[in-house]
């Protein structure tokens, strides 16, 4: 949507963005679509100047045009999706046969149409790939569809991963196992993936390689598509699909996307794998908890301390706001009465694993914390929304500094992702 500093960017989603990814990755491919009558035509001819061999309408959407509103694009925080008139919609299946018991390899992104239908339409050999991240918040209706899927993709956004694996996974690799998969590639945002063996047990760790992201939407499609369709290991696969994400969250223009795609592909997965990049896995960022340095005060309302809070939590990290811990002192207090906050509030930053400051109004108190974090060994972030501290000692001693609330965040879990492993080696 637009806003004061950006224009509005409309495009063809859903599983157009799998598509590009596809396109991109000098896959061959064919898309089975439900998507509104007044976008048939237009999402064919894109598609098909996109390297779609065949365009499968498998049945209409009414009642609504298919229009989702997005509030961050760049999933810094909780994307706010909005579907422009879902209750409305209804979904018509298409009555001719569309004989999809030809394709081999094939994902699946579920939706409001019947995929119970779909999926006895498919080979019985087929090896299929549904991704669950959204529109599937049923574990039942997925133990419907056993024996008939291969590997299962999820991300830690969706709702199902919320409500049944977002403390421990454990339920989500017996859910897998239930349905037949063999995998189950768990997508952990900025923190990498987990590509579960679910027969041996083994993981695969795929780190993410952030960057200023220029847009994170379908980012996670095309990376499942790339994963499922890809004639190779699955272990490369997952790699591959990696790749293939990145590059998808920092363009929207398809040539570019399609150089990137291709230039990355050219380098031996062994030289991909020894790039390095971040792994936090959503289950252990918990237990690495973030001193909240900020003029956190009841008596004040400053956005930028909520949206970085909000931001941090998105993303499973236990934030520690000592105001809001330790209590508030009153702006008149005797010093001699301030002395068991400022023990706390120490202590308080002695447990944590790091230290995430927004020093908005040059927050003395905020400084101060900068400084004793930095003394103790603790990587700082500073997220400095108004430009006040682009001072020597606040940019060099913080790990990251920047006005970007999204490369702030791209700071901690760089650093953290750093802690972890020195923690497990």
Known sequence: MPTRSTEAKVRLGGVVHAARGLWASGQNYAVGVFCPAYLIEQAQDY????????????????????????????????QGYEDLLRDERKVVPNREHADLGRFHSVVIFPGRYDLADVVR????????????????????????????????????????????????????????????????????NRGGSRLFDLGTGDIEYVPARLDVTTNSVGVGDVFTAVFGTLDSSIRDAAWRGMQAATIYSQTTWPDDLKRGIERELRLPIDVVRGLGGVTLPWHARRGLQIYLAAPDFSYADHAEIRAAVEALEYHNFCVRRPVKENGEADRDSPVASLTAYYISDVRLLGECAAVFAIPIERDPGTLVE????????????????????????????????????????????????????????
């Open 47 to 78: 598609l098909t100047k996109h390297g779609c061999r065949d365009f499968i309408l498998l049945g209409e959407v009414t009642g609504a045009p298919n229009v989702i509103a997005i509030a961050d694009v760049k999933e810094v925080g909780h």
């Open 121 to 188: 339409q498919l080979d019985p050999d087929a090896l299929v790939t549904i991704d669950i991240a959204y529109d599937v918040d049923d574990a039942e209706f997925l133990r419907s569809l056993s024996g008939r899927i291969d590997s299962v993709a999820i991300s830690t956004s969706s709702e199902l991963f919320s409500s049944i694996a977002s403390s421990d996974v454990a339920p989500m690799l017996e859910l897998a196992k239930d349905i037949g998969a063999r995998h189950l590639l768990l997508k952990e």
């Open 370 to 425: 900068i400084g004793l974090a930095i003394e103790m060994g603790k990587p700082v972030v500073t997220f400095d929304p108004r430009n006040e501290n682009r001072n020597t000692m606040v940019v060099k001693g913080s790990s990251t500094y920047s006005p970007d609330l999204d490369l702030c965040l791209n700071g901690m879990f760089d650093a953290l992702s750093k802690l972890h492993r020195d923690a497990s080696t």
